[in-house]
């Protein structure tokens, strides 16, 4: 690896949001962030892993392979105790086998599924954590991997306008909110994704320099 390539990484998405949260805290390795948009030859990644790690893996070799720089791919879900672990890996397309009511988003057939499911169980039993992993990956195949968990419970009725995704209906009991509820530097205090970004900015520097 040149000492150019050494100082750019590339982050496996389209999403602005997602390169300037990695962004910021690479800047103080000396480390300059780029996203896919940079590199628009390369196509949808398929995310065919059975696991968070393998999915986050899959998308940073293709990327390291395809642009010669170390990129970096996260891929996260929500993990349910009662549902034995589902919806997983699948929880971006969790109910695309249901069909959306009239203006319904994506987001919120996936949580819609997800009540009806659990649907009359006890709170004691609505136990389920956030989980999100991040994989590093440099051209010639080294690779790392962290792991972010967030533990909470499922609400029986979304409760919070911020956040994506399962947001509104998973509640940290530890704060009394749901995810849906907190600011951003709150959710990022508190979440799987905060916590795995943290985990892989304290192995950054042994990773870039073994």
Same mark, same amino acid.
């Given at each position: 690896?040149?000492?150019?390539?050494?100082?750019?990484?590339?982050? @496996?998405?389209?999403?602005?949001?997602?390169? /300037?949260?990695?962004?910021?805290?690479?800047?103080?390795?000396?480390?300059?962030?780029?996203?896919?948009?940079?590199?628009?030859?390369?196509?949808?990644?398929?995310?065919?892993?059975?696991?968070?790690?393998?999915?986050?893996l899959i998308?940073? /070799?293709?990327?390291?392979?395809?642009?010669?720089?170390? %990129?970096?791919?996260?891929? %996260?879900?929500?993990?349910?105790?009662?549902?034995?672990?589902?919806?997983?890996?699948?929880?971006?397309?969790?109910?695309?086998?249901?069909?959306?009511?009239?203006?319904? %988003? /994506?987001?919120?057939?996936?949580?819609?599924?997800?009540?009806?499911?659990?649907?009359?169980?006890?709170?004691a039993r609505?136990?389920?954590?956030?989980?999100?992993?991040?994989?590093?990956?440099?051209?010639?195949?080294?690779?790392?991997?962290?792991? *972010?968990?967030?533990?909470?419970?499922?609400?029986?009725?979304?409760?919070?306008?911020?956040?994506? *995704?399962?947001?509104?209906?998973?509640?940290?009991?530890?704060?009394?909110?749901?995810? @849906?509820?907190? %600011?951003? /530097?709150?959710?990022?205090?508190?979440?799987?994704?905060?916590?795995?970004?943290? @985990?892989?900015? @304290?192995?950054?520097?042994?990773?870039?320099?073994?």
């Open positions: 690896m040149t000492e150019e390539q050494g100082q750019r990484i590339v982050l @496996a998405t389209r999403n602005a949001g997602k390169v /300037r949260e990695l962004a910021g805290p690479l800047a103080d390795f000396g480390v300059e962030v780029m996203g896919l948009e940079a590199f628009p030859h390369i196509e949808e990644i398929e995310e065919n892993g059975t696991s968070f790690e393998e999915n986050a998308k940073a /070799r293709v990327v390291a392979d395809s642009t010669g720089l170390v %990129s970096v791919a996260d891929d %996260s879900g929500l993990m349910v105790d009662a549902l034995n672990g589902r919806p997983g890996v699948y929880s971006a397309r969790y109910a695309d086998d249901w069909q959306s009511l009239p203006g319904e %988003s /994506r987001d919120q057939r996936n949580i819609r599924k997800l009540l009806h499911e659990l649907a009359g169980m006890p709170e609505r136990t389920c954590c956030f989980v999100c992993c991040m994989a590093a990956v440099k051209p010639g195949g080294a690779a790392m991997t962290v792991r *972010g968990v967030w533990e909470g419970r499922l609400l029986t009725a979304p409760r919070g306008e911020n956040g994506f *995704g399962y947001d509104p209906v998973f509640f940290d009991p530890l704060i009394g909110k749901s995810a @849906a509820q907190l %600011s951003r /530097r709150d959710k990022s205090a508190r979440s799987h994704r905060g916590k795995a970004l943290r @985990a892989l900015l @304290a192995r950054w520097q042994a990773f870039m320099t073994a």
